[in-house]
C-alpha cells in the first residue's frame, strides 16, 4: 500500500458503522496472534485497570495464549476502545515500530490501515471546537467590576482574531469565554493543527498582556479546551444543546488547569511530532471520559508589583 504510514487516522469520536468495527475487530485478531506485541502493556494504555486473568475468568497460574487474548480484546472492547488499541498500534507503526525502548515488526498492519483510509472522506468532514474561559473571573470581578469589563473585551476581541486566523469562526460568546468552531475546508488533520496552534497562540498572547496590559494588580489565567465532534450541522443556534458543548464544559470545570490548553487523544494524534514534543499527557480516570488527554503549559507571567 502507497504512504501507509502518511495516512489520516480517523476521529475516535467518528460515527463508524457497525459494518467497520466488526472489521477491525477481525483484523485485530489477525495482528495479535501473527506477532510478538507487549499486549498487557500496551492495553494498560487505553484501560489502566484492565487484566486479562480477570477478563477471562482464569487464575493467574495459567498461561493466556495470543489466540485467547485476542479473542478478549475483539469480544469485550468497546467500539471506543477498540478504536484507541487501532491508533496505538498504527501508532508504533508509524515510528518505525519503537515502543517501550523495543522495536516491533507488525505483521498485517496495513489491512488496519486500509480499514481507515475507506473512512477517511468522512473524517475530514469532522470539526473541531475549541472552548476559552478566564478562570475565577466571577471573584476578579467582585473586585474589579470596571476593570473586568475592560479586560474581558480585550481578551474576546484579541481570541476572536487569533482563532479567525486559522478558520476559527465564534460560535458564541457567554460572559467571559466563548466557544469557536474550526470547520473549514481542508482535512482533519488540518484543523487539529489550527485548533492547537490557535490555543497556543492565545496562552503566548496572554503573557504579554498580563505584562504590558493588564488593567488590575492579579494576573488573569486562561483555560482552553479542545475536542472534536462528528456532526457537521453544528451551528451557533445548536452548540447550546449539543453533546461536545456539555463534554467541553465539564472538562473545563473539573479537569481543566488553569494556564492550560487541553486537548484530547483524537485531536493529539493528529498533531506534527514537532508539536507533540511540547505536550505533556493526564489521565483522566472518571469513567465518564476515561481517557488519557494532553495540555500545553507556559509559565504565566508574575502579578504586577
Not at 484501560?47 to 486473568?53: A, E, G, R, T
Not at 488533520?189 to 493588564?214: P, Q, T
Request: charged share 25%; glycine share 4%.
Amino acid at each position: 500500500m502507497k504512504n501507509s504510514k502518511q495516512v489520516s487516522i480517523v476521529s475516535n469520536d467518528t460515527q463508524h458503522s457497525k459494518e467497520k468495527i466488526k472489521q477491525l475487530r477481525k483484523k485485530i485478531k489477525n495482528v495479535i496472534v501473527n506477532n510478538n506485541l507487549p499486549l498487557q502493556r500496551m492495553v494498560s494504555e487505553i484501560d489502566p485497570v484492565f487484566d486479562f486473568h480477570q477478563a477471562a475468568g482464569k487464575t493467574y497460574g495459567i498461561s493466556l495464549t495470543k489466540q485467547e487474548k485476542a479473542d478478549i480484546i475483539a469480544k469485550t472492547f468497546s467500539d471506543k476502545k477498540i478504536l484507541e488499541f487501532v491508533h496505538l498500534l498504527i501508532d508504533i507503526y508509524k515510528k518505525n515500530g519503537l515502543y517501550s525502548g523495543k522495536k516491533y515488526i507488525i505483521k498485517g498492519i496495513n489491512a488496519l490501515i486500509h480499514t481507515l483510509v475507506c473512512e477517511e472522506k468522512s473524517n475530514s468532514d469532522a470539526v473541531i471546537v475549541l472552548k476559552t474561559d478566564i478562570s475565577g473571573s466571577s471573584t476578579l470581578t467582585l473586585h474589579y467590576p470596571h476593570e473586568m469589563k475592560l479586560i474581558v473585551n480585550d481578551i474576546k476581541r484579541n481570541i476572536e482574531s487569533i482563532c479567525s486566523g486559522r478558520g476559527g469562526i465564534s460560535l458564541n460568546w457567554q460572559g467571559d469565554g466563548g466557544f469557536f468552531l474550526f470547520d473549514s475546508s481542508g482535512s482533519f488533520k488540518e484543523k487539529c493543527h489550527n485548533s492547537v496552534l490557535s490555543g497556543i497562540n492565545i496562552m503566548h498572547w496572554l503573557v504579554d498582556y498580563n505584562l504590558f496590559l493588564n488593567r488590575i494588580d492579579e494576573k488573569i489565567k486562561l483555560k482552553v479546551i479542545i475536542d472534536s465532534t462528528f456532526p457537521t450541522d453544528l451551528k451557533a443556534e445548536h452548540v447550546l444543546s449539543s453533546k461536545i458543548y456539555n463534554k467541553i464544559n465539564d472538562l473545563e470545570k473539573n479537569y481543566a488547569t488553569p494556564g492550560t490548553v487541553l486537548l484530547s487523544t483524537t485531536i493529539f494524534t493528529e498533531l506534527s511530532n514537532k508539536i507533540r514534543s511540547f505536550l505533556s499527557s493526564i489521565y483522566i480516570a472518571d469513567y465518564k471520559y476515561r481517557s488519557k488527554y494532553y495540555e500545553y503549559t507556559i509559565k504565566m507571567a508574575a502579578s504586577k508589583q
